[in-house]
């Protein structure tokens, strides 16, 4: 399988949700990207799945709005609420991250933590009971047992069930292809976040540079790989740590940089900021790039956040990184969002 490009040394039913705006936020609803911007309103709403939380939207405390009314398993401590509105998009700090501009998101939801080891196990291991041994409906492999180019072991055993080396249960799942992203993600009715759903979550609406902030990146804020001429030259921690283990950044998220990076929706070209709608973007119709790993050029999915074997450049929230989209990689994982209105 082909390396990754998210990490410079190698090569929780978590997931995003967007959230109905038109008119009334009422919880997630299935249905395709709306590229339209809407009028909110908000009206009194019960607490229908009796978890403590309403679908009524509260504009002095965001917060605190369920993102599902009617599933009792979505509440604010898994699943934030993120406003409609613009964002600063971009840096002109990268080639491929020109111009920097105001983009317009509809609402969603994001949840607080990555996709678990534990949680994509079970999907897994529910495939394995329809007859797709480590297999998408397609046919395609789930998980890389067969990886070869990093020195870490798998953390998923490939055994009957499926299971998790104890202690990696809450840690990231990595090891997966784009494919694998989508397959889990379509399996809860849901899908990948698109870029500027994940920038927006990862930045705030300022473009901070980081999901702290401004401040540079420390092990005591990431789990990455300082490279810088002061540092030891060593990994924070040179594994992945679980999810959560780190100080929250915008909107109460846990590890939006390093850890692990993350698959996104969108196919990758180097100049789609430059051509891109300023409404609910969601990526070019295809993808392509060239690097020293790949010089003939590669059918490019995204990856965003860094990871564990990442320096500090790769934390940044802006950054974008160029995937094939046969890739895996022990710094690779992903994300779901519930398509709506």
């Known amino acids: 399988m082909k390396p990754s490009n998210a990490t410079q040394r190698f090569t929780l039913f978590t997931a995003l949700c967007i959230v109905s705006v038109q008119p009334y936020f009422y919880g997630c609803t299935n249905n395709s ?20 939380y309403s679908g009524l ?37 990268g080639a491929d991250t020109q111009p920097t501009r105001d983009i317009f998101l509809s609402a969603y939801c994001i949840s607080v933590y990555e996709v678990t080891n534990e949680e994509f196990v079970s999907f897994m291991n529910a495939q394995r009971q329809l007859g797709y041994e480590n297999e998408t409906t397609e046919g395609l492999p789930l998980f890389d047992f067969e990886d070869m180019d990093d020195p870490y072991p798998e953390r998923i055993l490939d055994s009957s069930p499926y299971t998790v080396q104890i202690g990696y249960e809450h840690h990231p799942v990595v090891e997966v292809y784009r494919w694998s992203a989508i397959a889990y993600c379509q399996s809860l009715n849901m899908r990948l976040p698109t870029e500027a759903e994940w920038e927006k979550a990862a930045r705030g609406t300022e473009g901070a540079l980081f999901p702290w902030g401004n401040d540079i990146a420390t092990c005591e804020r990431a789990n990455y790989w300082p490279r810088e001429p002061d540092s030891s030259g060593l990994p924070c921690v040179d594994d992945t740590q679980p999810v959560g283990s780190y100080p929250a950044g915008f ?11 993350e698959w996104i929706h969108d196919w990758y070209q180097a100049n789609y900021y430059d051509e891109s709608p300023t409404e609910n973007p969601v990526g070019p119709a295809s993808g392509w790039s060239v690097d020293e790993m790949n010089p003939d050029g ?4 995204l990856a965003r956040g860094g990871s564990l074997g990442s320096g500090a450049g790769s934390l940044r ?17 992903f994300r779901c969002v519930i398509p709506t209105n």
Request: glycine residues 10%; aromatic residues 12%.
């Open 57 to 93: 939207f509260d504009e002095d405390d965001p917060s605190s709005f369920d993102c599902n009314d009617e599933d009792p398993n979505i509440t604010p401590h898994n699943y934030r609420f993120i406003p409609e509105g613009d964002f600063i998009r971009g840096s002109e700090l």
């Open 298 to 301: 590669f059918e490019a999915g």
């Open 251 to 261: 909107f109460g998220l846990y590890d939006m940089a390093g850890n692990v990076s």
């Open 33 to 52: 990207f709306d590229s339209a911007r809407s009028d909110s309103a908000v009206e009194t709403f019960e607490d229908n799945d009796g978890d403590g």
């Open 317 to 333: 929230s802006f950054h974008r990184v160029a995937e094939p989209i046969d890739a895996t990689s022990n710094g690779l994982g």
